[in-house]
């Protein structure tokens, strides 16, 4: 009996050791499974040919997750003994070896061996079904047969579900997401990601997490979403690294410089990562990923003109790809190929390998819209403007579909961040040619889609290329000068319209006007007065941006700012005008002009000054209760909202202050049937999900934010929204878009005019301001001629309210 016993715990202790290292696999620790798959080899293999076959299969699929598939596979290379042809072992080393051809893409091997794991599941083994069926679905997600897979993970979801698996159904909800990623439905991928990464983090799944991370990044970058990509890739190649998933560390890490860093021109830290990320791929056999880090680093090699370079990494990517190692790099690696060609003049050579690419019916869009700009440029090149051109506008529409194609607001807008070098190429084209008002068309083409597609304009959409109304009506039809700055990576320009002429001026290159701008917006939080303390960055940016044109700006003039990238940043009133146009005396040039900031010149050709209306009510919010320790009451709110009661009678006003100042009072209020809307709150702006921008109101329950993507989903008509507080203008821009935060959001919703802060707002001179604005304003006065006013009020005093950080927070947004 004590021999039977013995067996009986020889057995178990085999089992609980089995189940032990498959939970390990599970949950990601794949250095202490592949660690304790070998004691257990050692140790329940020495007398047991089938306990070493099962450990062995084991031992092969966590060198398959780690990346070492030429290692997983001579495992498995041996015939499985009589005994086990019908087991679990023998399901399992078919599907283990499929997956592994299928990643190392040799699709006819993997199709082979899954069709042996799927007879033996349905004969012997059903309970391996979901297991198989996963397979299946990643063998046909590799193939790029998408319906298919969606079906394998659909029934592996299913069949998991049934017998409560929650590892597996987790798994294949997260391919659920790579199908819809693959298929370039970013949104909907995102969502999936988000359901499957909740489930993952709950039961502790690390390795599911860390692969749903990555793909989210991918996703994000996918729609120019730069920052939350940086932060899920970087999380999912640190979780990785933790869980011994090597291979899919290797693949974060160069998707963070690929994806991230080179978009963004953040171009040393892409090639140390890229670095780093090809010496771990050469180690391993996922060719897929080596020939991404060598094309990667031959396209920053291009950067920095070194074409020698450059070659070497993509002849050792082709070589790859040519062997049959890697199906899917080949059209990226024609890309580069085709670059390097054109920059070498060799323009039939790029011609060719740009063509192949946009023929062929399966690349990614991203590439194909990039091999129609790269072979516009080669026509640029070989003096052919006709054929450039006509490649232009179907890299821009190509671009246009893609864009469309997304369903939400927050991914529509980011989208140009990932294209926007394209529209940059054209615009220089169209310089070039000496069509200044061509490139102007097409550099408006890019401009506030996402926010003009929300507002009920009658007019066609901007994807005909060259709707822009005329730009020189617009100017005469507002009174007013048109600043329309560009600041592309290699050149940026201004247009100067009056209703007169229109100007082309070419400015300095970004990085310089960058650099100034964040400098001079910092010196505002010094203590002296920068007009006083001469700041170098103040005269400099008036110098670059104002001074070649102030000869055709009228003093007390109406300048309409249409910035991009850092300008959106800037309020233009603080620059400093010195030398001879400020006649002896340097001042700010809110003294000269009256600046109405605007995203387009299509919104443009739909707006006007008004006059105030003469019986517009006030919606006035604000003087919340305290919502946490981080916003307590505003000492100078309830003043604020005093100073309005003299500017509305009772009959012209709704106040919903201290308790009642909440979201649901607000949206319950009938927003859209007032005319002035004024919010004297705290404010918060969002950078990774810029309509996660809010008002701060009272508490209700938890929750005591009125959020921007609540906002756009309510119609207004507003003449003026105000928004007293923090950062109301945002604090992302977006490529096209401009700063994307509350002020966006209203003027989304309809709005006509918005006025929000840049910046954090002064408690104390708010109030004032406020004031002297309303006060305008009752006279008769447009808001930015009584924003104008109201802060000259500040600048002439002569305590601390003259600094630009008290008065130039807040900027008025044109809406249409």
Known sequence: MGLVVAGCSTVRSEDAAYL?????????????????????????????????????????????????????????????????????VAVRREMIRGLIHAFSQQFDLADEDLTNAEGLAHSYQPGLLPDVSQARGNLELGRKRYAAADVAFRNAASLAR?????????????????????????????????????????????????????????????????????????VAERTSSQAGLEGDRVYWLIALANNVYYPQHRYEQASTIAQQALSFARAQDDKGTLTQCLNTLSELALTSDQINVAENYNREAAAIENAGLDHFGVMYSQVVAGRIAATKGSYREAETLF???????????SLRWEAQARLAETYALEKQPAKAESKFRQAIQTIQNARDSLQRDEFRMSFLSTAIEFYDSYVNFLVEQRRPLDALKIADLSRAQTLEEGLPLDTPGKASQGAVPNPQGIARRLNATLLFYWLGEQRCYLWAITPAKTSLITLPRSAEIDAAVKSYRQSFLDPRDPLEAGNADGKKLYATLIQPVEKIIPKNARVVILPDGSLN????????????????????????????????????????????????????????????????????????VRFLENHFGPEKRVELTGGRATATSFLASEPEKFAYLHFATHGTASRLRPLESAVILSPEGDSYKLYAREVVKHPL?????????????????????????????????????????????????T?????????????????????????????????????????????????Y
């Open 162 to 234: 049934e017998r409560n698996l929650p590892y597996l159904e987790l798994a294949a909800l997260a391919n659920l997401g790579n199908v819809a990623m693959w298929q370039e439905h970013y949104d909907e991928a995102i969502d999936r990601y988000k359901a499957a990464l909740q489930i993952a983090q709950a039961i502790g799944a690390a390795s599911t997490v860390a692969k749903t991370l990555g793909n989210m990044g991918w996703n994000y970058s996918a729609i120019g979403d730069f920052e939350n990509a940086e932060d899920s890739f970087k």
């Open 20 to 88: 032990a290292i498959r939970q390990e696999v599970q949950k990601g620790s794949l250095d202490t499974a592949l660690r304790d798959v070998d004691t257990a080899i050692q140790k329940y293999g020495r007398n047991s040919v089938d306990a070493t076959w099962r450990f062995r299969v084991e031992k092969a699929n966590i060198l398959f997750h780690r990346g070492s598939y030429e290692d997983a596979l001579k495992l498995l290379q041996e015939t499985l003994p009589r005994s086990l042809a019908h087991s679990e």
């Open 569 to 640: 940043s800037l309020n233009f009133e603080t620059l400093i005008v010195s030398g001879p146009q400020a006649q002896g005396k340097p001042h700010y040039w809110i003294e000269d002009v009256t600046i109405v900031t605007a995203s387009s010149l299509t919104l443009l050709s739909h707006s006007a000054v008004a006059a105030p209306p003469k019986d517009g009510h006030l919606l006035l919010v604000g003087d919340a209760l305290a919502a946490s320790p981080d916003f307590p009451p505003l000492p100078l709110a309830g003043k604020e």
């Open 355 to 365: 063509k192949k690419v946009i023929d062929e019916a399966k690349v990614d869009t």
């Open 717 to 765: 008509n507003a003449y003026l929204v105000t928004i007293s507080a923090c950062n109301g203008a945002g604090t992302k821009s977006y490529a096209g878009e401009g700063l994307v935060g509350l002020s966006w959001a209203f003027l989304r919703a309809g709005a006509h005019n918005v006025i929000a802060g840049l910046w954090e707002v002064s408690n104390a001179s």
């Open 767 to 815: 109030p004032q301001l406020m004031d002297e604005l309303y006060k305008g304003i009752h006279a008769g006065d447009d808001p930015a001629t009584a924003l104008r006013r109201a802060k000259l009020t500040l600048v002439h005093s002569t305590g601390n309210y003259r600094k630009p950080f008290y008065w130039a927070p807040f900027q008025l947004y044109g809406g």
